[in-house]
C-alpha cells in the first residue's frame, strides 16, 4: 500500500473552462437574439445603443461566468488514494469530503456534446446512502475522458474475492442487452409525442412573443378557423401537434438509446448509451435489491415493458424528456427479453417478475369505483354551484365534462384495481401497481429492511390492508395497496419469516 | 393455503405511558380551542355573517369535543410497542392504524424528541430510523427515563447485530 500522504493532489482538466465559455456563449446567443430583435422591433432605442448594450451586457455575463468557473477550477484539488477520495473544493468557503473506496456504489461518467468537443467528462461518484442527502456524492467537473473511464474502472474494481473464476481473464464481458431499432416502436404509444409536442407548441408560441409575431399568428389562425370551420381546425391542430411531438421523442428516444448496451464486468453492472451525449452508468451488484419492470399503457398493449433498477445509491429522478431516468437498466423492449434481462441482472434462473401474481379482493375494485365516481362529483358539484349562481354556460361545461370524466375516472380506477397484485418466490417479494403504467417490483428478501400494514377504518372493515415492505434503495417503500390483510400477511411471512413470524398469529 | 384467513398481526406486548392521554388530550385542545374562540369572537363581534360564523362554530364543536373526548383514549389502546433481540414493533393511528416492524440488524439510528408539551408531561417520543426513507418507526408517549433506557438498549443491540443497516 502506497502512504495516502504521498499521493499528489490532482486539478480538474483546464479544458473544463474552454467548455463553460463555449456553454456561456452559446446561451447569451440564445438569449441575446431575441433581446436584441424584441429590443429593435421595439423601436425605443437606436440600433447602434441596443447592439452595443446587448455586447457590453454578454461581455460581462461570460466574463463574470468564466471567472468564477476559472476560479472553482483552480481551486479544486482532488486525489485518489487506495482508501479513499478526496475532494477539495470552494473558492471562499472551502471544503473537504472523503469517500471512503468501499462505500462507492456508483461511477457515473456523464459527457454532454460540448464536454466531447473539448475532451473532457463530469464524473458523479455516489456512496449508496440516502438518494436524497447531497453529501453523498462526489463529483469532478470535470475530467479528461480518458481519466474518467480509467477513474470508474479503478473505483468499481474490487480487490479479489469476487474474481470470477468462470469468466476467463481477456475475454470481453457479458453483454446482457444491446439496442434494437425494433424498440423504437414503443415510442409512438408513450406519453411523449404528447408532451413533446405540447412543450413544442409552448416554445414556438414564446418564439412568436420574441419577434413580435403574436398578433399575426393568432390573426391566421382566425382566418383558418372561419375557412375550414372549427371541428376541423382542432383534429388537424392535434395531429400536428402529435406528429411534431412524435418525431421530437423518435429522435430522443434515439439520442438516449443508440448504442445502448448493458454489461457485466465482475460484480458491476454497466449501462452505456448515447447518441450525442454519452452516458454511462456502473452500479454495483451489491447494491442491487431488485428490478421493477415497467410496462406504461401503450408499451403494455404492444408486449413491451422497461427495467429499473431497484439500488441504494440511484438518484431518483423524475424525468423531464425520454430516456434521462438513471434507474432505467433497459428501455421498452418486448416482454420476453425484459424478462430474460431481469433473470440475468438479478443471476437467477427465471425472472422473479414472472412469478404468479395474486389480484386483490373485489372490495379494493369498489373502493377505486366509489373514489372516481366521488372525485368527478366534487368537480360537478362546484361547476353546477357557479353554474347556478353566476354563469350557466358552467352548467354546460359540467355536463360536457361528465361526459368525459366520469368514463375517465372510471377507466383509471379499473385499470388500477387490475394493476394490483402481489405474490412471492423463494427469494423476491413482488408487489404490483400502478395506474396506467403496471409497475412490478421484485424485491429480493435481503433487501427488505421493514414491514409496514396499514389499515384505515374502511379498510379494517373489508379485511384488506396496504402492505408495505420498506428498503433502502430507490423510493424507499413498495405497497401492496388495498390487499387481503391475511392472505398478504401470509406472503409477506413466507417472504421474510425471521422478520415477522414473532408478531403474527393465527386465530 | 389452509388456515390462511386466520393470520393477523399481535399487539405489541407494551402499552405507552398512561400520561400520554394527557398529553393527547392538550394536543387536541390546542388544535380545537383556538379555532372555535375565534369562530366566537367573530360570530359576536361581526352581525353580518353571523349565521355562518354560527354554523361553522357549531361545526367546529360537533367534530371538535368528541375528538377531544374521545381520540386520546382510542390511541391509548392502539398505540403499543415492543422490542425483541430481533426487531422493533410498533403499532400507531387511532382511524387510520399503522403496525411497523424494522429488525435490529437494518436499524441505523435511535433518538428521542420532547417537545415542551411532552417536558410537561415527562414523555418522549421514541424514533428508530432505517436505510429506508420511509421506514421510521415512531412511538409516541414514553415514559422519558423508560425512552432514554430505550435508547441505551436499542442503540447496544443493533450494535452487536452484524449487518450492513442497507
Redesign the interface.
Known sequence: MTDAEDIAWQKLDKRTLGVTTAGMLGVCVAIGVPVTSGLINNDALPVPLVLLLVLAGVVVVVGAVVLYDYLRIRKTWFRVTDEKVELRTGILRRQHRAVHRERIRTVDVHAHPLYRVFGVAKVHIGT?E???SEGSQLTLDAVSRSFADMLRDDLLTRPAPTVDSDEPVGEPPPVLAEFDLGWLRYVPVSIWPGVLGVAACGVAWQITDWFGLRDSVLGQAAELIRELSLWTVIPLAVVVVLVVGLVASLAFGVEAWWNFRLQRTGDTLQVRRGLLIHRSLSLAEDRLRGVELVEPYGARLLGGGRLEAVA?GIRDNKPDQPGEDTKVLLPEAPREIAQRVAAEILREPESPTTADITGHPRAALRRRLVWAVAAVAVVEAVLVVIGLTVTSILLHVAWISALVLLPGALFVAIENYRNLGHGHTADYLLVRYGVLARRTAALRRSGI?????????FQ?RLGLADL?A???AG???FTAYDAD???A??VA?RVVP???D?????? | MPGEQSLRLRAPKNLVDRRAVTWWTVRALLDVVPVAVVLGVLAAVLEEPRPWLVAALVATLVVGIPYVLIMPRWRYRVHRWESTDEAVYARSGWLWQEWRVAPMSRIQTVDTVRGPLQQLFRLSTLTVTTASAKGAIKIDGLDHELAADLVARLTAIAQATPGDAT
Open positions: 449508496g440516502h438518494a436524497e441504494t429492511i421493514g414491514v409496514t400494514v396499514r389499515q384505515s377504518p379494517r408495505t420498506t428498503t433502502g423510493s424507499g417503500a390483510a391475511a392472505e400477511l401470509g411471512g425471521e422478520l415477522l414473532p408478531f403474527v398469529v393465527r386465530d
